[in-house]
């Protein structure tokens, strides 16, 4: 065989090869949009808070072609690949024009990719060389035997690159123009269809008159092309473009971060878009509320602000505030303010108290608040109050309302430091990690670190009545059939605390006259409508909070310094305390006065002020104060009475309300004491009991029940006699009429031997 017919052969084995190898499938795996569609975080109306870079380094949202305008379809075929529908992926003609121009011109000055081509270029990301050049001719003539010219395109504007991190026509729409692809006009098509030649170079934001003259060269390209009419064109022309401004949009910055956190990597690359519980159009407005403020405290060495806003019937978060300015390094604004950890405060009291509450205290408890060394295991210790003043005897309600220190180190050495550590824990303190003994009795004064998050969480459990339900940042994700892990169902809510416990607490942390020995007749807790705020600042004066709930929402708000710096004179009253007002009147500026629910077995009895026993006749300051029903005070006030009942003998709480004195008992009177005469016989020792009954109702017969037995009935004029013997009494009358039971009040009397 001669050497020609080698060569020949040769040749014809390599195109027979070359053909053959153009039937080999084009990956389809390789023409997923997975891998280029960035992550579209939206709010709970879908407004667009951030749209997050894809793992190519661009945004990018995947649009079909009847969602592309068909001017931006003519515009790209004009500017890019006139004979994008005739040739097979590759243009022979363009080929040998481009290679006769570079060698006339010894440069290159024109190039001849088609489409297919720089499709295959944005899929595979190869250096370019003479050999990428003829794989990419090579798969390019693939793909054309895979894909329709239609999905080509949806490829191609999918996945093409219009400057500044904007991947596909639909990212670039919005971006330059804030528009649906579909909604462009030729003007704005011819405009973006310009610039993949070259989108470093012809930059909107960097060199708008390139970018508007190749443009003009696109529009006349697509006149030429026969696509468009001489009219068309010249209103194309003078067309104004409005284009957006540089800075991208970036909402909500902490907020997003905090949910990207809690979407896996993989997970991401999988989902096209989050609908988050945020309300932005809420956050806009506490972002300017938190501005104001902080910039009013500047002279008291206060430099950031958090806040958080969530919705109690759901444990929505609708907003989070994670810095006064998240672009603003001087004050590291980019830590977020509502998950870093910080010492709470005062702020962890009222769960001390809802264990005391749930263990037989009442509001009306007396507490010590004085000089007290408590014995720890790093030795003792003695806490102060922030007056650094002692206030003696007081009623659980006022130290708790006036957030006086000594009280809460007392009820939690009663209760047990482990109970309320582990209790935190249930209502959501994952931040809590260290042994109980490290924390001490401190605890209840805040000496952890939590996280505003995590407060604002565990304080929306008692706006339920005491049922925790975590919090929720992830309302729907698109793309993947997940959800949000914490994301609450009813079988995520759990009871911590009692009904009756948690609504003690509300109504305490509700009461603006029990602070005003603490906080004044004016403060900013004292809003036009039911609210339960608690204050706190940390040792050193380092965090300052303010925490509440009314029956909707729960608001926390912290003021500080990232960097420990203490601030100067600053209360939870003058620091936070503003602010928290201001979102709070926002929050309800067209909502009706709510008042708390009282739950189930809660009743009312008055009380002495001083001693916080059942009020006696001669008590100075009577009070009505709430109580879980069958834990009332036991005894009448011993300090200005001198009558006293047995524990088991307390008055029941339907013996407290009011009976519309239809019967009453005339003898003996509330509070009287009798004693036997040491020498007459006992058992000729009787006393008269005696009843009224009131007029026209019809009433005949009384029943007589002393310390819950019956002891006798009655007729008119409705008098028993009774044998006296020592102790404590309680005694009633009663009657049942039309099948309804009607009672006396109870009338406690004392005998004495």
């Not at 500044?164 to 123009?177: M, V």
């Not at 003695?382 to 309302?401: E, I, S, W």
């Not at 600042?537 to 203490?566: E, H, L, M």
Request: net charge positive.
């Amino acid at each position: 065989m001669t050497l020609k017919l080698k060569a020949a052969s040769g040749l014809i084995f390599l195109l027979l090869a070359f053909s053959l190898s153009l039937c080999l499938p084009f990956p389809g795996s390789k023409l997923k949009p997975g891998p280029v569609v960035s992550l579209r975080l939206l709010d709970r109306n879908n407004n667009l808070l951030r749209e997050v870079l894809s793992r190519e380094g661009g945004r990018c949202t995947w649009v079909s072609l009847k969602d592309i305008s068909p001017s931006l379809v003519a515009a790209t075929v004009a500017a890019e690949d006139k004979n994008f529908f005739h040739h097979p992926g590759i243009d022979v003609l363009a080929l040998g024009r481009a290679v006769y121009l570079n060698i006339r011109h010894r440069r290159i000055i024109s190039g001849a990719s088609t489409i297919t081509q720089q499709l295959i270029r944005n899929i595979y990301h190869q250096k370019r060389t003479l050999l990428t050049k003829i794989v990419e001719a090579w798969n390019a003539l693939r793909l054309e035997k895979k894909l329709s010219k239609e999905d080509i395109l949806i490829q191609y504007l999918n996945r093409i690159s219009y400057g500044n991190q904007a991947f596909g026509i639909e990212a670039a729409a919005k971006l330059y123009f804030d528009k649906r692809a579909a909604d462009l006009s030729l003007a704005e098509s011819a405009f973006l269809a310009g610039l993949p030649r070259s989108p470093s170079v012809l930059n909107p934001y960097r060199n708008l008159s390139g970018a508007r003259k190749r443009q003009e060269e696109v529009l006349r390209q697509i006149f030429n092309l026969g696509f468009i009419r001489k009219q068309d064109l010249d209103r194309s022309l003078s067309e104004p473009l409005n284009i957006l401004s540089e800075n991208i949009k970036f909402r909500a910055p902490h907020f997003c971060d905090y949910i990207l956190t809690r979407i896996p990597n993989n997970d991401q690359a999988l989902t096209g878009s989050i609908h988050t519980t945020l309300d932005y159009n809420l956050q806009y407005k506490i972002e300017k509320l938190a501005v104001n403020h902080i910039d009013s405290l500047k002279r008291k060495n206060i430099t950031n602000v958090s806040v958080v806003v969530m919705d109690n019937s759901s444990g929505d978060i609708l907003a989070m505030l994670g810095s006064k300015d998240f672009f603003d390094f001087s004050i590291d604004g980019q830590v977020n303010g509502a998950t870093s950890l910080r010492q709470p405060g005062s702020t962890l009291k009222p769960f001390t108290y809802a264990l005391a509450l749930d263990s037989g205290m009442t509001a009306a408890s007396i507490l010590a608040d004085e000089e007290i060394q408590f014995q720890t295991p790093t030795g003792s210790y003695m806490p102060q109050n922030y007056d650094k003043k002692f206030h003696g005897p007081v009623r659980l309600r006022k130290a708790l309302a006036c957030s006086y220190n000594i009280p809460a180190v007392s009820v939690l050495e009663k209760i047990g430091m482990d109970r309320l550590y582990l209790k935190l824990h249930e209502a959501g303190f994952a931040s809590l990690k260290k042994r109980p003994v490290h924390y001490g009795i401190g605890l209840t004064l805040g000496n952890g670190e939590v996280t505003l998050l995590e407060l604002v969480q565990a304080y929306s459990t008692l706006s339920r009545q005491g049922s925790y339900l975590p919090s929720r940042s992830i309302a729907h994700l698109k793309g993947i059939n997940k959800t949000e892990p914490e994301e609450p169902g009813r079988s995520y809510s759990k009871k911590i605390f009692s009904a009756q416990s948690a609504y003690i607490l509300t109504h305490i942390l509700s009461d603006s006259d029990a602070r005003i020995p603490s906080f004044g007749y004016n403060s900013p807790l004292n809003l036009p409508f039911p609210c339960a705020s608690k204050t706190g600042t940390s040792k050193d004066f380092r965090d300052n909070w303010t925490i509440g709930f009314t029956t909707q929402y729960t608001v926390g708000a912290w003021v500080g310094n990232f960097d420990g710096q203490p601030m100067h004179n600053v209360s939870g009253i003058t620091g936070c305390g503003p602010l928290y007002r201001d979102i709070m009147l926002l929050l309800h500026k067209n909502t009706s006065k709510i008042e708390f629910p009282r739950p189930d077995r809660i009743v009312t009895a008055s009380i002495c002020s001083v001693s916080g026993q059942l009020a006696a006749d001669n008590c100075p300051g009577s009070i009505i104060e709430v109580f879980a029903e069958g834990n009332l005070p036991s005894q009448f006030c011993e300090i200005h009475g001198d009558l006293s009942l047995s524990n088991q003998n307390h008055p029941a709480p339907e013996d407290i309300r009011f009976f519309n004195n239809i019967l009453s008992v005339t003898f003996p009177v509330h509070g009287d004491v009798f004693k036997l005469d040491p020498i007459l016989r006992k058992e000729y020792q009787m006393m008269k009991l005696r009843a009224k009954v009131r007029k026209g109702i019809g009433i005949k017969k009384i029943e007589w029940w002393l310390n819950g037995k019956k002891i006798g009935v009655s007729s008119s004029p409705h008098s028993l006699s009774w044998k006296l013997k020592p102790g404590f009494y309680k005694i009633h009358v009663r009657t049942v009429k039309k099948k309804q039971t009607i009672k006396s009040k109870t009338i406690d009397f004392r005998v004495l031997s």
